[in-house]
């Protein structure tokens, strides 16, 4: 490796999204990669898998004294970070050092549907916390947000083909008359954009929104019955009823209160709101992915379907956060 | 007037940057400006006078039911509200309405120096809550914020010849060492700056940041020295007073809380943090005036200077928030 190669960090390089960015950075072919990784996880075979494709692992605990973070950060040129959903305000630490270490780019963790901060979403709310105390140490930053991954919208069938890539029972239900627009990213193509950002200039101390298409939720069942030969029967569901879901259920940011609010935030946000459109991005700040890269291939939906009705299509957070998808049927 | 002319609603027309914008407004005399007026002011000398000026006046009450409020609204294109710091989330009902409305462009209550939200200062967490209210209903907006007034930077002098233009104790004392830079505005300048941004496209749904020159506190005060021909005695305050001064105070919104935090908080993002600069509000995002508007003629801080040393200078909030101005000086 050419140590004039930009030396980029990741935190959460085994995760869903961390797996996207490492095989997206790992084919541009001009980055040095360093997964920042658990001393009890070193050995893990997935952090093997890491280090046998060229990827330095090194030991690192977002709960050390700041010197410490500040000392296995002090060599990288970006940072990036990916987090599971109920641990996103362990990186104010990380940030703090981040700055200290001289980084000249965050990524915090973002790779989200664009929604307004300010009481819609949990986790929106939980990250917009991060961004806030990343702004005000003045880290140089890009925030990437993604849209709604290709993987959380096929629906299940009646032959149960398509139960392999099932994550929450609300990707089988349509909101309201199933006809609003909601930007679709493909999983894989996360980290193939953030190859791009992460060397653009235009990019920095930027909001980022990506995605591949456009589809409604009518749309998306329409093809999956229409690629799989199956016809399903449509479950609606209005936003009264979601609404009421979420009565009662207090702010407390923990596993049973995301898996309650989660889900359902994220229907009325992109379904009733209609939040997570590229007008919307445009109008909150964002620049978008398809003014920037317009010549990027974006993997299309349609694929993607195709792949999931020939059985070839992985699952995601398989193995991982059982706790969590348990909750997610158990509040179906 | 002509019907061609684009209609601005103002409320908080009387006020302190309400009286810059109308004056502003008026000069440019490319406007139809209607003051939205409470009921039980309309026959006030001041509305009188705003009358008189070729201003029309609408009964307007925050408070009325939605409809009443998008009756008011209907037939304008821009909204620009200003209001005092202790009443700062009473526009949620009215951007729902200009939202109804149909207002093409609503400048909500900022002209504030550059601070991020989340814990730096009272008033800019206010202040974002209404934002997050804007941009989650999508209303078209542009965020002025101006930096720091001249009219609160001349300091107490000993010959008392300066005393007429004082407002808070916080303006006679130098924050640490006193040479953290901070961008001042001339009050009389934001409306002139406002005539020039609420017909730009280049700021819809933008924040912009306008100031007309960048000073130190030991700059100012050197300043002041030299044009009235005195010397005063500098009293310096350090980072760790001021915390000690907010230590155990509330986030209760209410007058003793914004009399006690808001100075203190100012002086420490203003002179610690360095918020108030324009690198930070490039960093934040911010279009900047000097960009924008390399032509404008601002007014310079010594002319201001000149002319409180003159006796001709204007104070600001004569007359009005007694109670807050007791507190400013209780809390001193």
């Avoid at 040095?32 to 996880?41: C, E, F, G, Q, V």
Wanted: aromatic share 8%.
């Amino acid at each position: 490796m050419s140590s004039s190669k930009l030396r980029v960090g990741l935190i959460g390089a085994s995760g869903e999204t961390g797996t996207s960015i490492v095989n997206g950075l790992l084919e541009a072919n001009k980055f040095d990669l360093i997964a920042l990784t658990r001393p009890s996880s070193l050995t893990k075979p997935i952090n093997k898998a890491l280090e046998s494709r060229g990827i330095s692992l090194r030991p690192f605990d977002l709960t050390s004294p700041q010197p410490d973070l500040v000392a296995s950060l002090k060599d990288l040129d970006v940072l990036i970070s990916s987090l599971p959903p109920h641990d996103l305000l362990s990186p104010i630490p990380l940030i703090t050092a981040a700055k200290t270490a001289g980084i000249k780019r965050f990524l915090p963790c973002a790779y989200a549907p664009v929604i307004p901060p300010g009481g819609i979403h949990i986790i929106i709310d939980q990250k917009e916390k991060v961004y806030q105390h990343m702004k005000q140490l003045r880290l140089p930053f890009t925030i990437v947000d993604i849209g709604w991954w290709f993987q959380l919208c096929v629906p299940r069938l009646p032959s149960g083909r398509s139960d392999y890539v099932q994550l929450t029972p609300s990707q089988n239900t349509i909101v309201g008359e199933g006809d609003t627009k909601s930007a679709l990213t493909d999983l894989r193509d996360i980290g193939r954009y953030i190859a791009r950002i992460i060397v653009d200039e235009r990019t920095l101390n930027k909001y980022v929104f990506v995605y591949n298409e456009l589809w409604t939720q009518n749309e998306m069942f329409a093809l999956t019955e229409k690629l799989f030969g199956e016809k399903m029967e449509r479950k609606f569901v209005q936003e009264g009823e979601l609404r009421a879901k979420l009565e009662g259920v207090g702010d407390v940011v923990d596993l049973p209160t995301i898996a309650t609010k989660v889900p359902v935030q994220y229907q009325l946000s992109l379904y009733v709101r209609g939040d997570n459109q590229p007008e919307n991005a445009k109008y909150l700040g964002y620049l978008l992915g398809k003014d920037l890269y317009p010549d990027f291939e974006a993997r299309s939906f349609e694929a993607y379907v195709k792949e999931v009705a020939g059985g070839k299509a992985k699952g995601i957070y398989e193995g991982r956060y059982e706790d969590l998808k348990k909750l997610f049927v158990k509040n179906k």
